[in-house]
């Protein structure tokens, strides 16, 4: 159970609040460099990111996190999200690190909103792969509504068929 930091400053469970789907955090080429060089195995520690870019502006980090919603339940799901990580949010900004958070939301039958297109313009996908993105997207989604209707489909199927075993036979 992981341990976190609540909005009030105080210590929380704090679960899933404080692991997002993905965050992007702003680095030089030279410590993109020394992370992909970086061995595990080699017992050597390294040097944690400071809030502070080498040029003195504050590090950025998006913080991504995804979501389905049905289709009329749009805005409450993107409220949802947008707040999902705000005590992680609030204690990297506490730190110093310059914070944005950007919810991505699917429709249940994969509709995507005009704000998908906007976030992953904001994390840096130029729009020819955006729009790539975002059909791989719609395409996962559709597939995912096929399994799960596929799925209870057999599942009331199967509730019938017991039912009809479980009838006893007429007079």
């Known amino acids: 159970m992981s341990r976190g930091i609540r909005a009030d400053g105080g210590a929380a469970d704090t679960g899933n609040k404080m692991r997002p789907d993905?965050?992007?955090?702003e680095m030089t080429t030279s410590e993109q460099q020394q992370y992909l060089r970086h061995?595990?195995?080699s017992g050597s520690r390294m040097t944690p990111l400071t809030p502070m870019m080498?040029?003195?502006n504050p590090r950025s980090i998006k913080i991504v996190e995804g979501?389905?919603?049905?289709?009329?339940?749009?805005?409450?799901?993107?409220?949802?999200?947008?707040?999902?990580?705000?005590?992680?949010?609030?204690?990297?900004?506490d730190y110093g690190y310059n914070v944005t958070t950007l919810p991505i939301i699917i429709g249940?039958?994969?509709?995507?909103?005009?704000?998908t297109s906007d976030a992953l313009a904001k994390i840096?996908?130029?729009?020819r792969l955006g729009s790539k993105v975002m059909s791989k997207l719609h395409e996962h989604s559709v597939l995912t509504f096929q399994k799960i209707l596929t799925s209870r489909r057999v599942l009331e199927r199967e509730k019938t068929h017991k039912r009809r075993q479980n009838r006893p036979d007429p007079p």
């Open 108 to 115: 249940q039958s994969g509709s995507q909103y005009h704000t």
């Open 67 to 93: 979501g389905y919603c049905s289709d009329t339940r749009y805005e409450e799901k993107l409220q949802e999200k947008g707040a999902q990580h705000k005590a992680l949010e609030e204690a990297l900004k």
């Open 22 to 25: 993905m965050m992007i955090v």
């Open 124 to 127: 840096g996908v130029e729009h």
């Open 54 to 56: 080498p040029n003195g």
């Open 39 to 41: 061995d595990d195995n």
